[in-house]
């Protein structure tokens, strides 16, 4: 998926979906907007190169109000991400 933006504030880790169609086992659907991930995760992330590096200020999910509009009212915006080996450093 590349790697993950919005190292900036007021936005916490996201990537910006345009367009793009999601699958999955229940069926396929059109998205266009914000996909987010656990804030353990944008943690773990944080911690290693090139994104521990940063001096920007790092804003969690809960800081963030479009994480909160995009996940209300029933909707879950939180993508599930799956480890590829047994740490984050080797890849999601």
């Known amino acids: 998926m590349g790697k993950i933006t919005a190292l900036y504030a007021p936005f916490t880790s996201q990537v910006y979906s345009s367009s793009r169609t999601i ?10 907007g914000q996909l987010f991930f656990e804030q353990t995760l944008n943690t773990q992330v944080y ?15 809960a800081q963030d109000s479009i994480f909160a ?3 209300s009212n029933g909707n879950n915006a939180i993508v599930d991400i799956d480890l590829v080996g047994s740490t984050v450093a080797a890849g999601l």
Do not use: D, K, M, R
């Not at 911690?47 to 999910?61: D, E, H, K, M, Q």
């Open 69 to 71: 509009q995009e996940n």
């Open 47 to 61: 911690a290693i190169s090139p994104y521990s590096t940063t001096t920007g200020a790092i804003t969690t999910n």
């Open 23 to 32: 699958v999955s086992s229940s069926g396929s659907l059109v998205h266009i």
